[in-house]
Each structure stands twice: as C-alpha cells, then as structure tokens.
C-alpha cells in the first residue's frame, strides 16, 4: 500500500488530514508523528533553532516503508523541505501548493496568520514561488490577535471567527488571502469576501499524494532451484 507519513506539531491536525484522505484519496495509507515541542521551541527560538529535531523527526517518520513525508507544520516546513535528502524519500510542506496557487491568483498576496513564528517563512515561501513563476507579488502580512490563545484553550468557534473577521478586514486590499495554518482552514469558508482565500491542507495533502505516486512491486526473488 502507498504510505505517506505526517509530521504535526498539533494532535488537532490528526483528524482534519484523516478526514481528506478518506474523501479525497481512499487508497493512501496516512501514518501521523506529532511533535508539539517543535513548535513550542521554534517560537521561542526561532525555526532554525529545531533543525536538527526535526530531521530526527523526519527520518522517524520516513522509517517503516513512508513513500513521502507532509509537514504539516507551517512555522517549521521549510526547514523540513531543507532536509528531503538526509530523509532518503521526498519532503514537502503543507503550504507549499497554496501559496503557488496565491500567486497564481493575482499581484498582492496577505498572509493571514494566528502565530507570529508562521509569518516570516510563509512570506519567505509566496515570494519564493512568486520567483519561480517569474513574476512579482506584493506580500503583505496580519497576525490575528488573541486567536492562537483560543485555538490553546480549545475555543474552536471563537478561534475561527477572529480569523474570519482579520481575513475580511484585509481581502479588499489584495488579490488573494493565504490562511498560514493548517488549524485556519475552516476559515475559508466562514469569510465572505469575493477574493480566494487559500488554506493548505487539501491541497498540501493532494501534492503528497502526488510524490507518493504508485508503489513499485518489489523484485521477484529467485528461489533455489530443488
């Protein structure tokens, strides 16, 4: 069976990605690491401070047959993408596709985000692809205020619809909205505004499904001949 390990700093994550994959992709074997530290010391000390964690927590999660390792984690993936090499399969983080499909949408792009640690390297990663596709992107960027407390305290309504109020206050000024964690998702529909307001999960986890690809039968093993 295809395998795709997911590397999570929240227990919330284990769920939402659960539910996509029977929705959207009934054949793919999901295997979950959480590591809420992670985060916990990436916002205290910042990403790079957890590099040699979270490629422990890669190799961990890559070992046992996983064809493809998701970070779900916004504020550590692309520390984790650095180390797809030292992991031995492909690596990719979850917000990668959305913030293509950001740029794809228009000139200026903000970044939604609850945690002030997510802000830089989702940034980092729009103007990255904006690069890519070779052409220039207006980042602008909102930390919601008070909203990461309520997501702590398990007010998920609450939590939701201080997101959606910071996403209506700031998509009149721009061509796209990125939500910068996977635990806004559900704010993309609770906002109404007319621009796209991209959250990652589906399309994160449709992109690692993709590298997953079909696994290869293992080669025939001659038997002694009798």
Same mark, same amino acid.
């Given at each position: 069976m295809v395998t795709l390990a997911l590397l999570h700093t929240s227990t919330a994550h284990v769920p939402v990605f659960d539910a996509l994959r029977d929705a959207d992709h009934p054949g793919l074997a999901l295997r979950h690491f959480v590591h809420e530290d992670l985060l916990a010391r990436a916002r205290a000390e910042g990403p790079d401070a957890v590099a040699d964690a979270v490629r422990a927590a890669l190799v961990e999660a890559a070992a046992g047959g996983a064809d493809a390792v998701?970070? #779900?984690?916004? #504020?550590?993936?692309?520390? &984790?993408?650095?180390?797809? =090499?030292?992991? %031995?399969? $492909?690596?990719?983080?979850?917000?990668? $596709?959305?913030?293509?499909? +950001? *740029? @794809?949408? %228009?000139?200026?792009?903000? *970044?939604? +985000? #609850? *945690?002030?640690?997510?802000?830089? $390297? #989702?940034?980092?990663?729009?103007?990255?692809? =904006? &690069? @890519?596709? %070779? @052409?220039?992107v207006d980042v602008r960027t909102a930390l919601v205020d008070g909203a990461w407390e309520r997501f702590e305290a398990g007010d998920r309504e609450r939590f939701l619809r201080l997101v959606a109020d910071a996403v209506e206050g700031i998509a009149g000024s721009v061509d796209a909205v990125v939500l910068a964690q996977a635990s806004m998702a559900d704010a993309a529909d609770r906002a109404t505004t007319a621009v796209p307001v991209l959250a990652s999960p589906r399309t994160g986890l449709r992109a690692a499904a993709r590298l997953c690809g079909p696994r290869r039968p293992e080669p025939a093993v001659d038997q002694p001949q009798a």
């Open positions: 998701l970070c #779900t984690c916004s #504020t550590i993936g692309g520390v &984790a993408e650095s180390h797809a =090499a030292a992991v %031995g399969v $492909p690596v990719l983080r979850v917000d990668r $596709p959305m913030a293509a499909a +950001a *740029v @794809r949408a %228009g000139s200026s792009v903000a *970044v939604v +985000a #609850t *945690v002030a640690s997510t802000l830089e $390297p #989702t940034s980092a990663l729009v103007a990255e692809e =904006a &690069a @890519r596709a %070779g @052409r220039p």
